[in-house]
């Protein structure tokens, strides 16, 4: 089983930057993907990006992709989300989850993960 942890949320202004972290306990880490996804209010979670196990492998949803960077040091343990530029539109609650899988394959969907974190807002102002 797998526990995560965000941080590094807060207030930004528009075309400011901020680098969220996900912390994951258990020592198989490097077997699971990784995800990025958030919520804004009175909306669905929506993805934002994808690490596969070892990092080798990024992508990212269209609205975010050029400015959010998803990266991961297994040895800590920890996956990151660099985002720049960001818009009032990126303003939500953001989501790291967790699959245990060594594919190489995307996972853009919230029923592929198997475990998630509680969330750190981002809140964007115009």
């Known amino acids: 089983q797998v526990q995560l942890v965000e941080s590094g949320g807060g207030l930004v202004q528009a075309g400011g930057s901020l680098r969220l972290s996900c912390a994951a306990s258990g020592r198989t880490f490097s077997s699971y993907a990784m995800g990025w996804f958030r919520q804004a209010p009175g909306k669905e979670r929506e993805f934002v990006a994808g690490?596969?196990?070892?990092?080798?492998?990024?992508y990212y949803a269209d609205s975010v992709r050029g400015r959010f960077t998803a990266s991961r040091d297994n040895a800590k343990n920890t996956v990151y989300l660099q985002m720049n530029s960001l818009k009032p539109e990126d303003t939500a609650v953001y989501h790291c989850a967790a699959k245990a899988t060594y594919s190489s394959g995307t996972y853009r969907s919230p029923l592929d993960y198997d475990y998630w974190g509680q969330g750190t807002q981002v809140t964007v102002s115009s």
């Open positions: 690490i596969t196990w070892g990092g080798g492998r990024t």
